[in-house]
């Protein structure tokens, strides 16, 4: 049965995973599309035709493109202006351009036909640039609305072999002095890239909700259960707010009327303030309220700013994207840190989880970068150059979403496993309730059954020590003594009624020696423990039972007419409790090739595994024995108050 079951867990465990496989990647292929725009900028690898000239001081001089990295051309000081030519030789039905301005302004023209402009108004000199003053730079912001817009316009059919020029004018500030490059595409390409960027926002929307429907759920679990953490709520509402903050920016929260509450946009930048705040009250040590003070004055701060901004219609680099979130992250974790380190005591199931957090970390890690990178173009674009740049900017998204993304993922996974753990030591404490009933029933007609053998006993005794008279009367000394002897073998088959002064100890040892017994199983019992051993109830009822059942099912198995015993003895010394059980044993072929302790798990299956594990909880170690036809298992338990008071290992599948 152990067998079937460990193969049912196997094939289901790797259904499961196969199912992930396949959905993740069906994800995947439905994030990206094959009908993508076609970028016409230019760069150190490749370039795409592009003539150059420059409106500099005023003057207007031809220009060799250098660029200083990948993405920025090494530009003269004083440039107004750039103006990019070249000749279209695409051939797309219905063609479209589309570019990203960014704080400049652009005109567009294909031969000499101007086809967009941001400065409808404004006089044009006779080498085609136009001189712009402040006032023309203010309507440019005014129609803009925000620090960057998409802008998309159709070409004329007879496009191609035609001359396309495009003039990007810079700011005074010095905040731009790139010039804008375009995408070329038609009506499928822009359908795709919608839908394709709506799918990521699509999903993450529904995993949000789902998380933030399940961190409720949890906490109602715990009012039930009487342990409730108010601090799940603050998941709730990071969930929320991510749910918020990715209806927002997705394809259909922009062309929803969503995308007309601007308001709403004030807390999504926040997104990352109830994590922040929830890792804080995590925090046992002193510095557990200087955290949440600076959480708290980051997030007014940052709410000041955000109203500000949305009073004056502007975005910014703040809230997710500013350093006082980085710096806020960077306390917290520190902290975090801090106070692992200082938990030098933990047991050898805490550090095998720790290590396997750790390693969801690393695997989450891997997959962002690399999902990240592939994004970009490629790694180092990711994580050196664009990376740096922002930075540089003052705008820290690109460290900010992986940490906090990252964060909340491994919160999530620590929260449900922390929860399903506690479910699941209610469910053994029930079970073990459960055995206890059990057991305390079958102790109590054990002993309604002892009292009525004893009783039939004490009845027939009177018969037994008249025809022992008349035997001896005979001078039959040998008949008599016989007779003594099977009256003995009768006596000893007579249920015990105490063995232990531990109720859970003489409940469990009575109803499995007495089936011993019964059984002509020869039983020799020991057990010196006092009525309260110090040692947790539900540990104490999977050790002996599963150790006691092993023994019997070993001399079951043993061919009728050899040598059938059981042993047991516990004896209680100081802080130390010894467990001991020697049986009879059928010799077994099976597991040749395999060392003698390994042999016996695999014969036994989960029962010593858990009685392994309970042995290690209270500072011991299981000692096995495999001798000629004998089987042999003891622990010496110590009995400190701190293992006491744990939770029960697993019980026996």
């Given at each position: ?48 035709g ?6 500099v ?6 220009y ?19 103006r ?28 000499d036909?101007p ?41 004329p ?8 020029s ?5 700011p005074?500030?010095?905040?731009v ?6 995408f ?41 259960n009487?342990g ?42 926040l ?45 910014g ?8 979130a ?40 891997a ?74 029933m ?41 007779y ?58 999977v ?13 079951r ?41 390994e ?39 110590s ?15």
């Amino acid at each position: 049965m152990e067998t079937e079951h460990r193969k049912q867990y196997i094939a289901g465990t790797v259904l499961l995973l196969a199912a992930a496989a396949l959905v993740l990647a069906v994800f995947s292929l439905l994030s990206r599309t094959e009908k993508e725009d076609i970028y016409l900028g230019d760069s150190p690898d490749k370039r795409n035709g592009w003539r150059y000239e420059l409106l500099v001081d005023g003057r207007v001089q031809a220009y060799e493109p250098v660029f200083a990295d990948d993405y920025v051309l090494a530009l003269p000081e004083g440039t107004e202006a750039v103006r990019i030519t070249r000749t279209m030789e695409e051939d797309i039905p219905r063609a479209e351009l589309e570019w990203m301005s960014y704080m400049d302004g652009v005109e567009v023209f294909l031969d000499d036909e101007p086809l967009h402009s941001d400065f409808p108004q404004t006089r044009r000199g006779s080498d085609g640039f136009v001189r712009l003053s402040e006032e023309d730079w203010s309507k440019v912001r005014r129609s803009q609305g925000t620090i960057w817009q998409m802008i998309r316009m159709s070409l004329p059919e007879d496009y191609q072999g035609r001359e396309l020029s495009m003039i990007t004018y810079f700011p005074e500030d010095g905040t731009v002095s790139m010039p804008e490059y375009p995408f070329l595409g038609d009506e499928d390409s822009t359908t795709a890239e919608f839908v394709v960027f709506s799918v990521r926002y699509d999903v993450a929307m529904t995993i949000y909700a789902l998380a933030a429907l399940l961190m409720a759920g949890m906490f109602l679990l715990d009012i039930h259960n009487n342990g409730a953490d108010g601090k799940v709520l603050l998941l709730c509402l990071y969930f929320l707010m991510l749910f918020l903050n990715a209806a927002y920016i997705s394809g259909a929260g922009y062309y929803s009327v969503l995308s007309a509450h601007r308001g709403l946009q004030i807390f999504s930048e926040l997104y990352m303030m109830p994590l922040y705040l929830y890792l804080a009250l995590r925090v046992t040590g002193r510095w557990k309220w200087p955290l949440c003070g600076l959480v708290a004055a980051w997030v007014g701060y940052e709410g000041v700013q955000g109203v500000l901004r949305y009073q004056k219609d502007l975005d910014g680099a703040a809230g997710s994207m500013g350093p006082g979130a980085l710096l806020v992250f960077l306390a917290v974790a520190a902290a975090f840190c801090a106070e692992t380190a200082r938990q030098r005591e933990r047991t050898r199931a805490e550090n095998r989880l720790f290590f396997n957090y750790g390693l969801i970390a690393a695997a989450l890690t891997a997959v962002y970068v690399f999902e990240r990178a592939r994004a970009w173009g490629s790694l180092h674009g990711y994580l050196v150059d664009g990376v740096w740049m922002s930075l540089s900017m003052g705008n820290c998204w690109p460290v900010i979403t992986p940490v906090t993304d990252i964060t909340s993922y491994m919160t999530v996974i620590v929260v449900v496993t922390e929860v399903v753990r506690r479910t699941i030591r209610t469910s053994r404490t029930v079970d073990v309730l459960r055995e206890r009933s059990r057991l305390t029933m079958e102790g109590y007609e054990r002993m309604l059954k002892a009292e009525e053998a004893t009783n039939a006993a004490n009845h027939e005794m009177r018969h037994h020590v008249t025809a022992l008279a008349g035997i001896l009367r005979d001078g039959d000394l040998a008949r008599a003594e016989e007779y003594v002897s099977s009256l003995t073998d009768e006596l000893d088959r007579l249920p015990t009624v105490r063995y232990s002064r531990n109720v859970l100890v003489n409940t469990i040892a009575g109803a499995y020696l007495d089936q011993a017994k019964a059984e002509g199983i020869r039983v020799e019992c020991t057990l010196n423990v006092p009525a309260e051993l110090g040692i947790a109830d539900e540990d104490l009822s999977v050790f002996l039972t599963n150790l006691l059942e092993n023994a019997l099912h070993a001399c079951r198995r043993i061919e009728p007419g050899k040598a059938r015993y059981i042993r047991l003895k516990m004896d209680k010394h100081e802080n130390f409790l010894f467990i001991g059980c020697t049986n009879s044993a059928a010799d077994e072929q099976e597991g040749e090739g395999l060392d003698g302790e390994e042999r016996v798990f695999r014969r036994h299956g989960y029962g010593l595994e858990a009685m392994r594990q309970i042995a290690e909880k209270y500072s011991s170690i299981l000692l096995l024995d495999r001798g000629e036809g004998e089987f042999s298992v003891k622990s010496n338990f110590s009995l400190r108050p701190a293992r006491a008071s744990q939770s029960a290992g697993p019980r026996d599948g």
